[in-house]
């Protein structure tokens, strides 16, 4: 017997309509945001100094991400949809309110920080508060939607970055984040429910993992530095170790982070978070390097290679929305076929990128394409992921459900950047460089994590043989 599932315009119809806008559009500013600060980063550096602390600007903005997507849902649980949401673009707004005015490095890091508090927060609340605002058979549609804003930013941020960078404004591309903001946290306060179905009473913070969480990404971030292959091995090493700590506290713990048995790979719970992961760093392991790999093999400029790495992101959005609307019988096979379509685009990487040309179009299309079909098919499989945590974890952990989706996506994809940049340093990216160290680096790269999907296919097989049982 099918079912059926309502369309998007059930989604983007009365009430649904306006929540929908703001749950997206605080997605929507982080992912922006994120890619515009990147853009603009050297010119940050060129006006107040700074370059021996280039690398923290990101490293203390994705630490103060994971950390706050850890904590939303008990800040979910204390202060509502309406509250919890508010005071997460507030603490936006003041980070970026602060980098806009930086007149140093130091003052430019503490307002990262901020900034990636509030928007780790915005983005974790986002998914958390699907559930909480929709119907149930509306749950795929919203995720597709939220996660489908990383696609859009893709396109958006680099260009509105490289706009502001290109006339010597970077602060303005900071202060036009500002009114942005405050126009979504004001929609965010009229039609989001002052309070939800997680009224419970609060629980003391696992503040034992909350600490070797972020040690844990410290680590990675500082792995992730190219200062040289024991540096690199050290960080890796170290976030291995501590990472292999937070397990052992948490599943002891009365206290979590994540629902029970989370870390038991062969329990649903734990067959989806592995799948998530292994998609996820499939995902940004290498497409960290695509522009690089495009602009020193394939004579591509820095915009035009920006913009073709961005296929895999488009395909991630095309293939979520495509997908959010399968029926019961075909969620199986949307797993299913998700780390497969990402074997089959990494494989062809290893064959293509690594193998040098003068741009043609002959050689440049089938890379397109291979990048495409990645993005496409974890974005087939990835609205059901999040939905099946959602339906999967016991009733009393909802809300450790609703952050766990983006605590692990954030955490998968910051090692998997760290293992990368080690990958390519070792395959010969900067020794001996040039295009022969770099062809040697994406062979290695998108052969080495083409494994992830691999694995990926057993537990997503696994979660298929679930859903085929009911």
Not at 52 to 58: E, F, H, L, P, R
Not at 100 to 118: D, E
Not at 213 to 229: K, Q
């Amino acid at each position: 017997m099918s079912t059926t599932f309502p369309g998007w315009t059930s989604l983007f119809s009365g009430a649904n309509a306006a929540r929908a806008l703001a749950l997206a559009g605080g997605v929507a500013l982080q992912a922006i945001n994120i890619y515009i600060a990147t853009t603009i980063l050297p010119s940050v550096v060129a006006d107040i100094g700074g370059l021996d602390y280039y690398a923290w600007n990101t490293t203390l903005f994705v630490v103060a991400s994971i950390v706050a997507s850890a904590l939303s849902a008990r800040f979910l649980r204390r202060s509502g949809p309406r509250g919890a949401y508010v005071v997460a673009a507030a603490l936006f707004g003041l980070g970026t309110l602060i980098c806009a005015a930086a007149p140093s490095m130091p003052v430019m890091l503490a307002g990262r920080l901020v900034q990636g508090f509030g928007g780790g927060l915005l983005f974790a609340l986002s998914y958390a508060m699907i559930r909480l605002i929709f119907d149930e058979a509306l749950w795929p549609r919203a995720m597709a939607l939220v996660s489908g804003m990383w696609g859009i930013a893709t396109l958006v941020g680099p260009a509105v970055g490289g706009i502001f960078a290109e006339f010597d404004a970077w602060r303005a591309a900071f202060w036009s984040l500002i009114p942005v903001t405050a126009l979504f946290a004001l929609l965010a306060a009229i039609v989001l429910p002052r309070r939800g179905a997680t009224d419970a009473a609060p629980q003391p913070l696992p503040l034992a993992q909350l600490v070797l969480l972020t040690l844990a990404v410290l680590a990675v971030s500082a792995g992730s530095v190219p200062s040289g292959l024991a540096w690199n091995v050290a960080g890796v090493a170290a976030a291995a170790m501590l990472t292999g700590l937070l397990v052992w506290v948490e599943t002891g713990a009365r206290q979590r982070l994540l629902p029970r048995r989370s870390f038991v790979v062969t329990t649903p719970l734990g067959a989806l978070y592995a799948t998530m992961s292994l998609l996820a760093v499939a995902v940004t392991s290498t497409e960290i390097f695509v522009p690089l790999f495009l602009q020193v093999l394939h004579g591509q400029s820095p915009l035009l290679a920006g913009y073709l790495a961005a296929l895999m992101a488009a395909g991630w959005t095309v293939g979520s929305i495509m997908s959010s609307g399968a029926d019961a019988r075909r969620v199986g096979r949307a797993i299913l076929a998700a780390p497969a379509l990402a074997l089959l685009g990494m494989a062809t990487l290893a064959l293509l990128i690594p193998t040098p040309s003068g741009g043609e179009w002959a050689a440049l299309g089938p890379i397109c394409v291979a990048l495409f079909c990645v993005g496409f098919g974890v974005g087939l499989g990835w609205p059901h992921l999040l939905t099946r945590v959602l339906r999967t974890a016991p009733r009393d952990e909802q809300d450790l459900a609703s952050a766990s989706i983006t605590l692990v996506q954030l955490f998968a994809s910051a090692l998997g950047a760290s293992v990368a940049g080690m990958v390519a340093n070792i395959a010969g990216l900067t020794e001996p460089g040039g295009i022969a160290g770099t062809a040697g680096a994406a062979r290695w790269l998108f052969a080495g994590f083409a494994l992830t999907p691999l694995l990926g296919l057993l537990t997503a097989a696994r979660i298929a043989r679930q859903i085929g049982r009911r």
